[in-house]
């Protein structure tokens, strides 16, 4: 390791003692060599250090927010009060498969069950059990394809240029959202000269609607690493940081054994590995932010250029990597590019109103009148794309849209890293758009002005909208300084949804 | 090294290569307004005031390079209504009354706070800090450009008695560990008064005489 | 910009901080002819920042203790007694005459200040050589930095700094010694700590944990006054190891074989033991040091306040000719100047043995030329220093009459009692000042003079910088500008003792007295006019109107008569008082970031309130021995005295020391000092004494 001890692994260390003091804190600072300012900064900015004693927390996600979220809260708070335990909500643990969830959380510590309902909280008031436990997704979520089976033995390594070459010649694009062309990243990364490079694997997947890396990093865990050890050979990196989701706690564990299997099979020889518990924020998917909450900061977006393949962690050249596309890039290292542009696959999260909601791996190009049948969709009227930073697709206008990368870019839309939320004509779309709007506002960092203080603003709006003071013009002017200018993703997508909910229904709910 | 030509506004510029758009901008007499910017201190393209448009494109003035070629507008309708809208929301959430240069914008941009309600940050309410000798901290005029947090750390003094704390609209200055500015490691060089633009961090002194009285 | 102000001022005013060395520009904003905020100029030398002290320490302008009318004691026991200017200035004229008539010029002594202008410390030294005709001048450089002038001017030829703040980021490896720079002189302090964050390798050789200790790569934490043997041994290794720049050393240097042959016995091993610095580590910061593209010293007087303070500065002398760090930007040699123009009180004269400019008395054609220039024939008897004046009263020949400018020796010089019964046995005493202070009561008149608010002139700041005051009020009461004064001190004074023309003395204002420096030392400042400083930054040496003076010092050669740089041997001898027995601690003493020397100004501020009362340093092994504990009441005693403190029980002290900050005048730490003295700078041993600590 080139690089100091990382501050919040130190900080968790130290949060299983009790709550943290700011000896404690100073102490995580020297042997970071981080100022104890900036320790305490990322004290008093991931969400896990302020935990303290016992609260309830209600998972909130848009499929819940289009169903029973407001009476599930209210039940929530009123069982809670009784029992004199705090309550509120937390944001998508990535469950919206399984359906409404709970947190219960204990100091540093965190129960999850799903899916609950009011009878759930009149036994967890009781102190039973109130649910199925959902530490895990279930590996049957997930139908069949490449991604979602036994991965093959992990390859030979090719050599960087023809690894590079053939991820090229896939046609391998960035699965995070971005959708940007693998072999660039690895070729401008591999091109820089220094003596130390870093492959940090994204798997902080905090978009509400996602749970496909979830569900990889619980269930397929080494197909990743295998990715990620190709990667870092191609591109001359000699240490790989895998970053889970600060709320994926199985994920972590499993990602962790999976590291350690791989590592006593020699694959890993040569490299140095570990897996980061995240810090439990959206914004720690931005991949900047999660190389500052690496680096043990604030996870703030940072001003591009410099990229992370000039000046990422600790300001070496990084790769960074959605989970997903380190899969796909073992897959195109095992079965060749031929075989994997023949088939295609992306990872789709299904969820809200289908029969089967779960992991589906489809071929890009697959309809979403297609999609929305594998997952036994009734009379669909909506589909969130893509995640809370997605658009409305309304159906049936959208059924012959194909899920690929350039198709819904054409029309302003995206299929983001792959999410399709499904609502039927019950539901009321506004009140999705409410969550997803409170979503943003709670997720903003605090660095740029117009996301930190517009998300809040957009929330209200739109909150004032559901109760029938409308105000498009207000909405529209917002949604473009969000979009034009927020420094990061975060802030840029926050008006998405609710901007496409003007645009394609709002003749509905007039 | 060779000077860089960039059109700003249709001014053919001739920038030093590692010039900022602002800095070229300046240089040719084109005001661009920024709130976290200063020439003392590392912040930039964080109140996203500065933003114009390079080729359809809006990026941050204060932390854009000239590139060979570029052709800057700063007075897009686009950029125009984005800066009204910031300065709308800055000035409805934060006391500004000192930000005279900030006054100035908003008349010139017609910003408006009062379109968009009540506030809604909480940062009105905040409470003066007045834990020392030499000055007082009045978070509720301050819009969180971090000027103060950079020349406290990296940018001038090294000291980092002062962080950053909370998300979103809720976040805000303090100090290390909450603790009175002295025992935070403070040593009092004010560089943090010196750059703040809103006068939230205001010198004892000015704030007596202001009141009347001698001190 | 303006900034954001809560009160509308009704001027702002720019001008330079009165506190230390960096010389930071400030704008002053002025309501009902009160300060009420500071801001930093912007541009050099502060480059927009500042201290705790110049943005809020500027309160003593309007203290109540501000002098406001000229004072005289009509007979010793008696009472002082408001008086006009005319009466004051006849009443010490005519005395200080009869003193001189009666006992000689030499019984005279002028002591100038680093807190006034260039001008005023002109005059001063122009009063004592031309208007009473003695090179009995000095000023408290004598104090502070005596060693590193007499060192460099020795060896290199010129004394100050030889390379400027803004090449600070320009050093690969900076060596910092001897000084707290982050309290004493902070702006460069953090200038320095930036440049270590940046990449610069920051080298800190202190017995004390000080601020920057805890920045730097490498702290060499050496016992205290071993400092020769740190540094000698590291040149030694250097030239043993074939790392030292030996064409700069045959090219520039001269006096190797005898310099080679003082460190014989400086192995890393001997150094080790003697300086308690693991031999690994020195030769490591010789090695950094000496293959750095860029390096430069700095110190201060943690170097220069010992009685071998003369062989310390060598000793870094020697290091940087023998590593061929001098010359270049950011490479060089740099004794940081504590008082904010003590720099230019040794530009001009104020010391007895150069004219202004450093041109040496005791060259008969220098005098000559100055006494053509002023009219009247030029002493031949050398000057002595101030601390030898002041050890001279009461003794047969021995200085009778001093005249104080902005200086206040009971708390500044070491031996306090001592001090005062000198004083007590003056025949007169002229204090002029702004504040009473602890000299006051000794005073036969009184001269209450403006603050550097309230008046023209210039400062000339640690990296040779002459910046322009521009006054902000008008002096309070009837105080006057120093020059003010000296002129009409000088006009009686030249009438009296029938020394030059009365007319030599009229100066319409400060920058005709600058006009007659331009023309004396044209070397350093023919190009530096007050008009020119108005809108330009200038340093010297500064010829021409058309320059803007010399960073770099030494880029071609040395200012020595052979133009190379003399290598000397820089002999090693421990503190004259060794710690033992009845007094088994060291005592070290200094200034805290607060406080600014005998706290006449600091003390009367805002800064005081931060900073209240006086704070010794224990080391928790010491606090442990003699029973202290943090924050009780201790006393400190010495042979000669004891003060009540309070004990701060820290790391920062070695353990074998203490540290007392001397500000505090009513527990003055210099009533524990030991008046031992460097034998060639005549600097007190203000950082070894022998005390022992016992609960109060």
């Known amino acids: 390791m080139n690089h100091k001890p990382l501050l919040l692994p130190l900080l968790d260390e130290a949060l299983k003692r009790g709550p943290l003091e700011p000896a404690d804190v100073a102490a995580a600072a020297r042997a970071t060599g981080l100022p104890a300012a900036a320790a305490w900064e990322a004290v008093r900015f991931y969400p896990r250090y302020a935990a303290t004693g016992e609260r309830w927390l209600l998972v909130d996600e848009p499929v819940v927010r289009s169903r029973n979220f407001d009476s599930l809260l209210n039940a929530l708070e009123r069982v809670a009060l009784a029992a004199g335990v705090e309550s509120g909500t937390v944001y998508s643990y990535g469950l919206e498969a399984l359906g409404p969830a709970l947190v219960v959380e204990q100091g540093a510590e965190r129960r999850v069950y799903a899916p609950v309902d009011e009878a759930s909280l009149e036994r967890l008031a009781a102190g039973a059990e109130p649910g199925p436990a959902a530490g895990l997704l279930p590996r049957e979520l997930a139908g069949g394809g490449w991604l979602l089976e036994d991965p093959p033995p992990p390859p030979q390594f090719p050599g960087a240029g023809e690894l590079i070459a053939s991820a090229r010649a896939a046609g391998l694009r960035g699965l995070g959202g971005a959708h940007f062309p693998v072999w660039r990243k690895l070729e401008a990364v591999r091109a820089q000269d220094a003596a130390e490079k870093y492959v940090v694997v994204n798997g902080d997947e905090s978009e509400p609607g996602n749970f496909k890396d979830r569900w990889l990093m619980e269930h397929n865990p080494r197909l990743v690493w295998t990715g990620a050890a190709l990667a870092a050979r191609a591109v001359g990196a000699s240490e790989i940081v895998f970053y889970v989701r600060g709320e994926y706690e199985g994920a972590l564990e499993r990602v962790e054994a999976a590291r350690r299997e791989l590592a006593a099979s020699g694959y890993l020889d040569g490299l140095e590995t570990s897996t980061f518990r995240g810090g439990g924020l959206y914004i720690c998917g931005e991949e900047s932010a999660l190389l500052e909450s690496i680096e043990g900061k604030r996870a703030e977006p940072r001003l591009k250029p410099p990229y992370p393949a000039e000046a990422g962690l600790f300001g070496k050249p990084t790769l960074v990597n959605n989970v997903e596309t380190l899969a796909h890039l073992a897959l195109v290292a095992s079965h060749g590019a031929d075989a994997y542009r023949e088939r295609r696959p992306k990872l789709f999260s299904i969820s809200g109103d289908v029969a089967k909601p779960g992991v589906y791996e489809l071929a890009l190009g697959t309809t979403l009148e297609e999609a929305l049948a594998a997952a036994g969709a009734g009379r669909a009227r909506a589909v969130l794309l893509g995640g809370a930073a997605g658009t409305f697709l309304k159906l049936p206008d959208a059924a012959g849209l194909p899920l690929d990368f350039e198709a819904p870019r054409a029309q302003g839309d995206s299929i983001g890293p792959g999410a399709l939320m499904v609502f039927d004509e019950t539901r009321d779309l506004w009140a999705v758009a409410e969550g997803v709007s409170a979503f943003f506002a709670h997720e903003s960092c605090g660095k740029c002005f117009p996301c930190s203080l517009g998300t809040p603003h957009l929330h209200r709006l739109v909150w004032n909208w559901r109760r029938g003071q409308r105000r498009p013009e207000l909405l529209h002017e917002l949604a473009q300084a969000l979009e034009q200018g927020s420094l990061c993703g975060l802030g840029q997508a926050a008006p998405w949804a609710v901007r496409s909910l003007l645009e394609r229904f709002v003749e509905v709910n007039r | 090294m060779s000077r860089v030509a960039v059109v700003i506004d249709g001014l053919l510029v001739q920038a030093e290569p590692d010039w900022t758009v602002l800095e070229a901008a300046r240089s040719a007499g084109v005001e661009i307004p920024t709130l976290c910017h200063h020439e003392r201190t590392g912040t930039e393209g964080i109140c996203r005031l500065c933003m114009v448009e390079v080729a359809g494109r809006m990026e941050p003035a204060c932390a854009t390079r000239v590139r060979p070629g570029m052709v800057v507008n700063t007075r897009g309708a686009a950029v125009e209504q984005l800066r009204r809208t910031v300065l709308e929301l800055v000035a409805l959430e934060t006391n500004v009354e000192y930000d005279d240069e900030l006054s100035g914008w908003m008349e010139e941009y017609g910003a408006d706070p009062t379109r968009w309600g009540e506030p809604l940050a909480g940062r009105r309410q905040r409470k003066p800090l007045a834990d020392n000798p030499f000055f007082v901290r009045e978070y509720d005029k301050c819009y969180n450009c971090r000027r103060c947090l950079d020349a406290c750390g990296e940018g001038i003094q090294g000291v980092w008695a002062l962080a950053f704390t909370g998300r979103g609209a809720e976040a805000g200055v303090t100090t290390t560990f909450d603790l009175e500015l002295a025992e935070a490691g403070c040593i009092f060089c004010g560089n943090c008064v010196e750059v703040c633009p809103t006068g939230a961090l205001v010198p004892l002194e000015e704030l007596r005489a202001a009141k009347g009285g001698p001190s | ?696």
């Not at chain 3, 060693?147 to 460099?152: D, E, G, K, V, Y």
């Not at chain 3, 202290?628 to 006393?635: E, I, N, S």
């Open chain 3, 1 to 696: 910009m303006t900034p954001p102000l809560r009160l509308e001022p009704d001027r702002v005013v720019s001008t330079v901080c009165p506190y230390c060395g960096v010389g930071c520009r400030v704008d002053l904003y002025v309501k009902n002819e009160r300060v009420y905020r500071v801001m930093a100029h912007g541009g050099p030398p502060n480059y927009g920042a500042l201290c705790v002290k110049g943005r809020f320490g500027l309160g003593f302008l309007h203290h109540p203790d501000r002098l406001t009318t000229p004072l005289i004691r009509r007979r010793k026991g008696g009472e002082l007694e408001p008086v006009g200017w005319r009466e004051a200035l006849d009443f010490a004229a005519e005395r200080l005459a009869w003193v001189a008539a009666k006992h000689g010029p030499d019984s005279l002594y002028f002591i100038s200040s680093a807190k006034a202008t260039n001008e005023a410390n002109y005059l001063m030294q122009k009063l004592a050589r031309a208007a009473v005709g003695t090179h009995n001048v000095d000023h408290c450089a004598r104090l502070c930095h005596s060693s590193s002038t007499a060192a460099l001017s020795r060896s290199l030829g010129s004394a100050a700094m030889s390379n400027t703040i803004e090449e600070i980021p320009l050093s690969d490896v900076i060596l910092v010694t001897g000084s707290n720079t982050v309290e004493t002189h902070p702006v460069i302090g953090a200038m320095i700590k930036k440049a270590a964050r940046n990449g610069a390798y920051l080298i800190v050789a202190d017995p004390r944990r000080v601020g920057l200790a805890e920045s730097a790569h490498l702290w060499l934490r050496l016992k205290p006054g071993s400092d020769p043997v740190l540094f000698g041994a590291m040149a030694r290794w250097l030239v043993e190891s074939g790392h030292y720049d030996r064409a700069f050393v045959e090219e520039r240097a001269e006096g190797f074989d005898e310099w080679w042959a003082s460190v014989r016995e400086y192995t890393l091993e001997f150094a080790e033991s003697a300086t308690g610095v693991p031999a690994e580590k020195i030769r490591a910061a010789a090695e950094r040091y000496a293959a750095a593209g860029a390096a430069a010293i700095y110190w201060a007087m943690g170097i220069t306040q010992h009685s071998h303070g003369v062989a310390n500065v060598q000793a870094l002398v020697n290091l940087a000719v023998l590593a061929g760090q001098l010359g270049k930007p950011g490479s060089g040699l740099n004794p940081l100047r504590g008082q904010n123009n003590v720099q230019g009180a040794g530009d001009m004269g104020a010391l007895p043995n150069v004219y202004p400019g450093y041109q040496p008395t005791a060259n008969a054609a220098v005098r000559e030329r100055w006494g053509r220039l002023w009219g009247t024939p030029q002493p031949e008897t050398a000057g002595i220093t101030m601390t030898e004046a002041l050890e001279s009263i009461g003794r047969p020949g021995g200085v009778r009459a001093v005249y104080l400018m902005g200086e206040d020796p009971v708390t500044s010089e070491p031996y306090q009692e001592h001090v005062r019964a000198a004083l007590a046995q003056l025949d007169f005493l002229v204090v002029q000042d702004i504040l009473k202070n602890e000299t006051y009561p000794y005073a036969d008149v009184v001269l209450p003079a403006a603050s550097f608010a309230e008046k023209n002139g210039t400062f000339t700041n640690t990296d040779r910088r002459v910046q322009l005051l521009r006054p902000v009020f008008e002096p309070p009461g009837r105080a006057r500008p120093d020059v003010w004064i000296l002129a009409r001190m000088g006009t009686r004074l030249a009438r009296l003792l029938n020394r030059g023309s009365a007319a030599s003395w009229e100066y319409p204002n400060a920058a005709a007295v600058w006009e007659e420096v331009r023309r004396a030392a044209p070397e350093m400042f023919g190009g530096i006019s007050h008009a020119r400083l108005e809108h330009e930054n200038l340093r010297w040496p500064c010829a021409s109107e058309s320059s803007p003076g010399v960073s770099v010092l030494f880029t071609d050669g040395f200012a020595t008569p052979s133009g190379r740089a003399r290598l000397l041997p820089a002999p090693w001898n421990p503190p004259a008082e060794q710690p033992g027995g009845e007094y088994p601690l060291l005592l070290s003493t200094g200034r805290v970031l607060y406080h600014w020397h005998g706290g006449a100004l600091s003390r009367r501020s805002a800064l005081s309130e931060a900073y209240p009362t006086l704070k010794v340093e224990v080391n928790p092994a010491d606090a442990e021995r003699y029973g202290v504990r943090d924050g009780a009441a201790v006393w400190l005693v010495s042979r000669r005295g004891r003060i009540r403190a309070v004990a701060w029980v820290t790391e920062r002290a070695p353990e074998g020391v203490v540290f007392a900050p001397i500000h505090f005048a009513e527990e003055a730490a210099n009533r524990l000092t030991n008046n031992a003295y460097d034998p060639v700078s005549k600097i007190p041993e203000y950082k070894a004494a022998a005390v022992r600590l016992e609960p109060a």
